[in-house]
């Protein structure tokens, strides 16, 4: 995935996550698709392959505030959001804001926290506020939220129902490190010393400047006809229940022009778009047999409409 | 033995079944024509195919053809100059018929088809039916549909088909077919046409018409032939009225009836003139029949012999059509008749001259002996078998047959007639014809020849016909004379003439506007054509199919669900990748930024795909 990321920007952030996040290259460059497409991630893997790693090198490399809430099934609404406590000396309420005030924010098991905390967290990512006691506060920009679940664990979980998954602009796995790189771990010992040391190679400005940039990246009617064609096909599909929503459509421009940003391009070829749908489509649909691969039946109908020009 | 073979679905049977049909379609144009020997020949090969096709026995390749170099052989050694049209024919029937013991291949059936088209059109040199179309309509459509039968089972190797299948390339056949009929109206009036057939020899000469001498006895053999002679487009009229003069005889031999006077009468009509259109077929004589008595023939070429006989100046070989104008009820004067008309010869016995005074004994007037003269003959039977020949065949029928036909009726009164002193001729030509409603028109066949009587009577030449209580036919199988005669007037005769016409019609000045609105039409068309062509050439000029159609020819095929950048990136040789590669990036630029190409991206492109084909040639 790397070698298709063209631009110098983009290519020094990646090579510079890379330096303590081994081996986890896909993961960062879809990851950081995600930021500048102003979407989350919600990454499904099992534990200890370094989703917090993650978050916490993107945060420092990126030069943003970073937030962590352990989800667990007691978690309250306002364990994230933040809440007013009474001050004597004032006499007034003061909001002390929850870990979601943060620009990245990693939410870790995300599927052990109750519906009424994860749509408080929804609510708050669609919305990029909070209101806590009828007063709205706004988050900070950029937000970005990395959220995880255990593939496995479904003793106590809840899991996300799809239309608060559709919430998420991309749903990754990180997936085991690769040989070499799992050797270089074990070698060096655990980073995590490292990732807080890690210097910022962009700031919050910057980031925010790059995301402007990619909204304004020129994708043809062509695509858009296509990727059309593409959320049509999901709908009459006779494997998929629930087919993609306009939701789904949006996020697959967004995360394409992103796709084309980081190829150093300013217009949208179908290449970005078909490399990015299997992480932007397939947690949206549902299938009427759960023994099917989504993945696997996005792929099949994309197969089937043919790719302009 | 049949039974496994119509029972088996396989499309082998099928087509097997369809070849033979075609065949045999085309076969029955003309069978008519070739001798007996070969029909039979032809049946016992085809018979015999059934039973190899059966048996799956195939006829080696090289065996069949000696077969057929056999069959050439043995047709040509009846061939002479005069007919070498007939032994063509029987060799291609026979070598069609061959065809079918060979092991059948797309091939065989091919040249089985290639025959019975050639059948066909010999069948054309020897008659002009409108039957010709019919089974020009059912072979070709039946060969469309095997041609398309043999492709399915090329195509999907499969050896049964299903009976949706088999609709629908039956369907398929017919749409082909019939599309191809516009095209063919457009040659068939557009193309140049010879006025005569073009293989105009040799062929078995019609026996229809007469010629300027009658034997007794000849006309028989027309009588049983029901060729039609002449199409006659007119009101109905009744059917006394119907003789069609063609030729008058004055002169008997004892054999014979020949005609010496020319051109030097003194004769006048009068009567009233009714007009009508005579399509007459092919003669091979000089006289054209016209309805009695003729007035006028509207016809370059031709010279009056006779008071109402006209003459072409060469044979008519091919159908002519006429106007003509002829008298009815009509009185038909001469002051004073030739003495050829009293003429006896000399064969003519005492015996026959005292019959014919005993019969006509104790007569007032002419008419009386006329009457008794016809009253006499009436007690002879009308018959077209055993007719009295020898050497005096006249006096063989009075007193010996008694039987005969219009011939020895005729000939006996105007020799009786003669010796009373009444000056006779005998007319030839034919009488009656069936009137077709439909159409509007008479149809005079060869049986209607006949031969009738004219007396000169107190200045006026009168007709009467001893022969003449013989049954006219009745029933006519009228709508397939219709469409004989719908074909013959429309197709057959449409000739260069016509197409002159259709030419000049279409130039004349009435139509002014229309001719302008054609103009804009053909312009519209032309331009649209035009634009058309030019989109095509275009798109297929454009860059985007120049660089497929390169590396198509390296073999290397994009998917349509690739992308360009995917399809590229999979090719295999590093040095045309990365020139695809290049390509692609620039069109992409241009083609998903929605920008228009423009001449330098054009030249850039171009000279990219230059190299990549420089590329894809060396490798």
């Known amino acids: 995935m790397i070698e298709k990321v063209k631009n110098q920007k983009i290519l020094n952030i990646v090579n510079h996550l890379q330096s303590c996040l081994h081996g986890k290259e896909k993961a960062i460059i879809l990851s950081l698709i995600s ?15 370094g989703k917090t790693s993650l978050a916490i090198a993107l945060s420092r490399a990126l030069a943003l505030s970073f937030g962590r809430i352990q989800c667990t099934n007691d978690l309250l609404p306002t364990d994230i959001t933040g809440l007013s406590i009474y001050n004597k000396n004032t006499g007034e309420f003061d909001f002390k804001p929850g870990p979601i005030f943060n ?36 988050l900070p920009k950029p937000f970005f939220v990395i959220a995880t679940q255990n593939p496995i664990e479904f003793y106590g979980t809840f899991p996300l129902p799809e239309g608060q998954l559709d919430r998420f602009m991309l749903k990754i796995s990180i997936g085991y490190p690769g040989q070499d790189a799992e050797r270089e771990i074990l070698r060096r010992g655990s980073s995590r010393e490292d990732l807080y040391t890690l210097e910022s190679i962009i700031d919050k400005d910057e980031i925010i400047k790059i995301q402007d940039e990619i909204r304004k990246i020129y994708i043809s009617d062509k695509i858009i006809n296509w990727i059309l064609d593409f959320i049509e096909s999901t709908r009459i599909d006779n494997r998929i229940l629930l087919g993609l929503s306009t939701r789904a459509g949006l996020a697959i421009t967004y995360t394409s022009k992103t796709n084309a940003y980081f190829r150093d391009r300013d217009y949208v070829v179908p290449e970005d778009v078909k490399d990015i749908i299997p992480y932007v489509t397939p947690h949206r649909i549902i299938l009427k047999d759960d023994s099917l691969s989504k993945e696997e039946v996005i792929l099949s109908i994309l197969e089937k409409i043919s790719t302009p020009p | 033995m049949l039974l496994p073979f119509i029972k088996s679905p396989k499309i082998d049977n099928i087509i097997y079944f369809l070849s033979f049909i075609i065949i045999i379609l085309a076969f029955s144009g003309i069978i008519s024509y070739i001798s007996i020997t070969i029909t039979l020949i032809f049946a016992l090969i085809l018979l015999l195919s059934i039973f190899f096709h059966i048996r799956n026995i195939y006829i080696n390749q090289w065996i069949i053809n000696i077969i057929s170099l056999f069959f050439m ?47 066909l059109g010999a069948s054309a040199l020897f008659s002009i039916s409108w039957l010709f179309l019919v089974r020009l309509v059912f072979i070709f459509v039946l060969t469309v549909f095997s041609i398309l039968l043999i492709t399915y089972v090329k195509e999907t190797s499969q050896s049964f088909i299903e009976k949706r299948n088999f609709l629908e390339i039956l369907t398929y056949s ?89 051109l030097d009468f003194n004769t006048f009509i009068t009567g009233e003139k009714i007009r009508y259109t005579i399509i007459l077929e092919p003669s091979y004589e000089n006289y054209l029949p016209v309805l009695d008595f003729p007035a006028t023939v509207y016809l370059k070429g031709i010279s009056i012999e006779y008071p109402g006989i006209f003459k072409t100046d060469s044979s008519i070989e091919r159908q002519l059509k006429y106007n003509a104008e ?104 034919f009488r009656g014809g069936s009137y077709n409603n439909f159409g509007g028109y008479y149809i005079v066949r060869a049986s ?150 423009k001449k330098s991206d054009l030249k850039n492109l171009n000279k990219i795909l230059g190299e990549i084909d420089e590329i894809v040639k060396s490798t």
């Open chain 1, 35 to 49: 930021i500048f497409s102003k979407g989350h991630i919600l990454i499904e893997d099992l534990p200890g392959l």
């Open chain 1, 103 to 138: 620009n990245i924010v990693l939410v870790d098991e995300i599927n052990r926290a109750t519906p009424k905390t994860q749509s408080a967290l929804l609510e708050a990512m669609a919305e990029e506020q909070v209101t806590v006691d009828g007063k709205t506060y706004r």
């Open chain 2, 73 to 119: 052989f043995y047709s040509f050694l009846g061939f002479s100059i005069e007919d070498i049209v007939l032994p063509s024919v029987e060799a291609l029937t026979l070598i069609s018929a061959i065809r079918f013991w060979g092991k059948k291949t797309w091939r065989e059936y091919f040249q089985i088809y290639l025959l019975a088209m050639l059948l």
């Open chain 2, 174 to 262: 017919i749409l082909i077919s019939t599309l191809s009929i516009p095209l063919s109206i457009f040659f068939f009036l557009f193309l140049p046409r010879t006025p005569y057939p073009l293989f105009d020899i040799g062929l078995a000469k019609s026996k229809t018409g007469f010629s300027s001498t009658v034997n007794l006895g000849t006309v028989s053999s027309i009588e049983e032939d029901r060729t039609v002679v002449m199409r006659v487009s007119m009101n109905k009229i009744s059917e006394e009225q119907l003789y069609w003069r063609m030729i008058t005889f004055d002169t008997f031999n004892g054999r014979q009836w020949i005609k010496n006077k020319h």
């Open chain 2, 326 to 429: 002829s008298y009815m009820n009509f009185t038909l004067y001469e002051v004073e008749p030739s003495k050829i008309y009293l003429q006896i010869p000399k064969i003519i016995s005492e015996k026959f001259k005292a019959l014919t005074d005993e019969i006509t004994n104790h007569s007032k007037d002419e008419r009386e002996i006329i009457e008794k003269i016809l009253n006499f003959l009436s007690n002879y039977e009308y018959s077209l078998k055993i007719l009295p020949k020898g050497d005096n065949p006249v006096e063989d029928f009075i007193f010996n047959t008694k039987k005969g036909n219009c011939e020895y009726f005729a000939t006996s009164m105007a020799l009786m007639l003669r010796l009373k002193g009444i000056p006779s001729r005998v007319v030839g030509g």
């Open chain 2, 448 to 597: 209607d020849a006949h031969l009738w009587v004219e007396a000169w009577i107190k200045g006026q030449w009168i007709r009467f016909d001893p022969s003449g209580s013989r049954p006219i036919r009745v029933s006519e199988p009228v709508i397939f004379n219709f469409f004989d005669y719908l074909w013959n007037h429309i197709v057959i005769n449409y000739d260069f003439k016509a197409q002159l016409k259709l030419a000049k019609a279409l130039k004349q000045p009435d139509i002014k506007f229309n001719k302008n609105f054609l103009i804009i039409l053909l312009f519209l068309l032309f331009l649209f054509l035009i634009f058309i062509g030019l989109k095509f050439y275009n798109k297929k000029k454009e860059p985007l199919n120049r660089f497929l159609n390169i590396l198509k020819k390296a073999g290397i095929e994009r998917k349509n669900n690739l992308g360009l950048e995917e399809f590229v990136m999979n090719i295999d040789n590093h040095l045309l990748r990365e020139k695809s590669l290049r390509f692609v990036e620039i069109y992409y630029k241009i083609y998903f930024k929605d920008e228009k190409l």
